[in-house]
Each structure stands twice: as C-alpha cells, then as structure tokens.
C-alpha cells in the first residue's frame, strides 16, 4: 500500500513511511528534522576551498537535497533552519570548519538561505510522486539545486561588490559541473530507496 500525504491524499516522501500518530509523530519529526541538519553539517566539513573565490566546493548541497526530498518540504526547510541556528551557538560546522564569527562568511549568506528554498522544493516535489522515477528526481533535484544559485550569487555579487560576469565565474560557474554530479546521484538514490521499500512491502 502506498503511503499518502494526508493533507494531499496524493503519494508523500519517504520520511511518510515512518508510522507515527500524535506524540509519536512529533518525536519522529523532531528526529528526522535534527537529524537532516546534522547529516547536511557532517556533508559541510567536505570542503575544499578555492583561491579565486570565497565560496568553496563542499557536499552540502548533496545533502541538501536529499533531506528536502526524502523529509518533504516542511520538515527539510525546518531542518536546514536548525542547520542554519546551531552555529548561533558557535558550533564550527559550517563549510570549512567556520560559523558566524567568520567574517567570509557573508559572502555566502546568500547560498545558505538557497538551502532553505532548495530543501522546500525538492520535499514539494517528492511529494508528488517526482521522486519514484530518475527522469522526474533528475529534474527535482536540478531546479531545486538552481534555487541555490538563484539567491547565492546575487548575495555574492552584493557582498564582495562583483558585476554580473564575476559574479557568475566565481559562484556559479566553477561549481556547476559538481551540482549536476551531485544531482544525478541523488536522483539516483530516491527511485532506488522507494524500489526497495516497495520490494519489502511485497516480501
């Protein structure tokens, strides 16, 4: 039997198929919430910065996207919000070991805040079924990582005072070819985890 989202009586994501009601459920989504943002601060210590920009190669948005698709909107964007908080705390788990007292940080302000919308979206899109084929998950995963872009880059440009060319050969251009990489082998990873979940449900 197929799991639905409730609140769309339509397929939901795979954090939907952990049963839960109530109390229980609250438990399971404050779980998987921390848990996404500690998985995404883990993916952000596989950094390697670059000289002619302040912003660095990593696997976050690898992480990124898997949390948003498999949570669903809600529980990704809360837990990319908690991953965005703890280093509030000064909690160095940032790319590259920083948090907030890092004056580079400004630089990609604009990248994190992506994550946010990044995570939203592909759980949006999980969420209605795009997730189950890699065609569709391609596709999730790409405009979900286009997000990113789309608020990291003006942020870099205001930030570090770059015009439009700049601002695209040094946040967007180096990191493009690594994006898309990312993107196939999370869309990869969602149709094969719901293969196996249906195989187990026919078991």
Known sequence: MTTLNPSLGRPGTLADLIPGTGATALVRDGALIVGGAAFTGLAAQVSIPLSFTPVPLTLQTFAVLLVGASLGWMRGALSMLVYLAVPVAGVPWFA???????????????????????????????????????????????????VIYLVGVPVLMATAGLGVAEGIGQGAAPFIAGDLLKALMAAGLLPLAWKLVNRDKKA
């Open 96 to 146: 590259n070991g920083s948090d907030y007292g890092d004056p580079t940080l400004k630089y990609t302000y604009g990248y994190l805040i992506g994550f946010v919308l990044a995570a939203a979206l592909a759980g949006f899109l999980s969420s209605r079924g795009n997730d189950r084929h890699f065609v569709s998950s391609f596709g999730e995963m790409a405009l979900s990582s286009s």
